[in-house]
């Protein structure tokens, strides 16, 4: 992965759009950081969910693989040292574990893309785009289910069949975070200026997974990727 990362061809365009995807992670948790603390604080000791995959899942969809795996480490870096932190019980090398995880899940989405779709995912014919998002979807949840599934089983000693498959709940809020960073990508791509437009939808997303975790039921909550820094980690994005 190191070779392939240094390696890497990356146009102005390339840099452009990993400027972009940053930008809109750093602006989301400094508008929400104070959030992410209090509910850090709720959910400490436990494993809890947040949104970083929007914008992870949308760079490895339209970055070069060496790109998406700097932009895991810049958003999980910048967590860290504006939330994370200063909570008791998070730990440094649960946050490395989880990061490693997304990197080496994004890299797997962006490699793969890079051999099926050469000249960009959203370059191809629609029919064939939406293909290439849905492999991608698959490959980002089984790849990162697994390594959360590893962690799991080795911390907590919890059968690898519950590990591996988890809550459906939480599948069905992280397969909708998904298509955040899918929509959040394509904008990027071809539209940036709209990409405002999705903002809305992560913060309106932000409440029904602070309900769920003191559960409190809503009706647009099915339950993204949950992190590790506080327990043992159920999910890496």
Do not use: K
């Given at each position: 992965?190191v070779?392939?990362?240094?390696?890497?061809?990356?146009?102005?365009?390339?840099?452009?759009?990993f400027c972009?995807l940053?930008?809109?992670?750093?602006?989301?948790?400094?508008v929400?950081?104070?959030?992410?603390?209090?509910?850090?604080?709720?959910?400490?000791?436990?494993?809890?969910?947040?949104?970083?995959?929007?914008?992870?899942?949308a760079?490895?969809?339209?970055?070069?693989?060496?790109?998406?795996?700097?932009?895991?480490?810049?958003?999980?870096?910048?967590?860290?040292a504006?939330?994370?932190?200063r909570?008791?019980?998070?730990r440094?090398?649960?946050?490395?574990?989880?990061?490693?995880?997304?990197?080496?899940?994004?890299?797997?989405?962006?490699?793969?893309?890079?051999h099926l779709?050469?000249?960009?995912?959203?370059r191809?014919?629609?029919?064939?785009?939406?293909?290439?998002?849905?492999?991608?979807?698959?490959v980002?949840?089984?790849?990162?289910?697994s390594?959360?599934?590893?962690?799991?089983?080795?911390?907590?000693?919890?059968?690898?069949?519950?590990?591996?498959?988890g809550?459906?709940?939480d599948?069905?809020?992280?397969?909708?975070?998904?298509?955040?960073?899918?929509?959040?990508?394509?904008?990027v791509?071809?539209?940036?200026?709209?990409?405002?437009?999705?903002?809305?939808?992560?913060?309106?997303?932000?409440?029904?997974?602070?309900?769920?975790?003191?559960?409190?039921?809503s009706?647009?909550?099915?339950?993204?990727?949950?992190?590790?820094?506080?327990?043992?980690?159920?999910?890496?994005?």
């Open positions: 992965m070779y392939a990362i240094v390696t890497d061809s990356v146009t102005n365009a390339d840099f452009v759009r972009v940053v930008l809109l992670s750093v602006a989301y948790i400094e929400s950081r104070q959030i992410e603390f209090q509910r850090r604080l709720i959910a400490a000791g436990s494993a809890h969910v947040d949104v970083t995959s929007v914008w992870l899942f760079g490895a969809l339209i970055l070069p693989p060496g790109l998406a795996v700097i932009a895991v480490v810049a958003s999980f870096a910048h967590l860290w504006r939330s994370w932190s909570v008791d019980g998070a440094r090398y649960r946050v490395v574990y989880s990061a490693a995880g997304v990197a080496l899940t994004c890299f797997a989405v962006s490699t793969m893309l890079r779709a050469p000249d960009g995912v959203f191809s014919t629609p029919i064939a785009a939406a293909g290439l998002i849905v492999l991608s979807v698959c980002y949840r089984l790849v990162n289910r390594i959360v599934a590893i962690a799991v089983v080795a911390s907590t000693g919890a059968p690898v069949r519950a590990a591996l498959v809550r459906w709940s599948h069905a809020l992280e397969l909708a975070t998904l298509a955040l960073g899918a929509a959040t990508a394509g904008c791509a071809y539209a940036p200026w709209f990409v405002v437009m999705v903002l809305p939808a992560v913060f309106l997303r932000r409440p029904i997974c602070s309900m769920r975790r003191r559960g409190v039921s009706p647009a909550a099915s339950s993204p990727g949950p992190s590790v820094a506080t327990r043992a980690p159920r999910s890496c994005s």
